[in-house]
Nanobody, 116 residues
Framework: EVQLVESGGDLVQPGGSLRLSCVAS????????MYWVRQAPGKGLEWVSS???????YYDESVKGRFTVSRDNAKNTLYLQMNSLKTEDTAMYHC??????????RGQGTQVTVSS
């Protein structure tokens, strides 16, 4: 059974930084492409970033240059470093095993709120 547990979300001022973590279990993490998706209030799920098993990274244009995805296969952990946060980054952030994940393919999420 896939289990994904996110942490690190918080209330932060515009321009601030946060680092999200996601601990994975129940599947071969080191061999899996992993994703971050987010859902803002009243909107659908939006792909943010992904990282292949070999470490190649991809970003949505809205976060490119501000967010950095990484992974530690020894710890079965996925990270998202978020810098220069904007109010429009406010959302529930989920790690996932699919770019368009079903509920079973993503964690419960961690809330990021960017507000002054």
């Amino acid at each position: 059974e896939v289990q994904l547990v996110e942490s690190g979300g918080d209330l932060v001022q515009p321009g601030g930084s946060l680092r999200l973590s996601c601990v994975a279990s129940g599947f071969t993490f080191w061999a899996s492409e992993m994703y971050w998706v987010r859902q803002a209030p009243g909107k659908g799920l939006e792909w943010v970033s992904s990282i292949t098993s070999s470490g190649t990274t991809y970003y949505d244009e809205s976060v490119k240059g501000r967010f950095t995805v990484s992974r530690d296969n020894a710890k079965n952990t996925l990270y998202l470093q978020m810098n220069s946060l904007k109010t429009e980054d406010t959302a529930m952030y989920h790690c996932a095993t699919n770019r368009r994940p079903t509920p079973a393919q993503r964690g419960q999420g961690t809330q990021v709120t960017v507000s002054s």
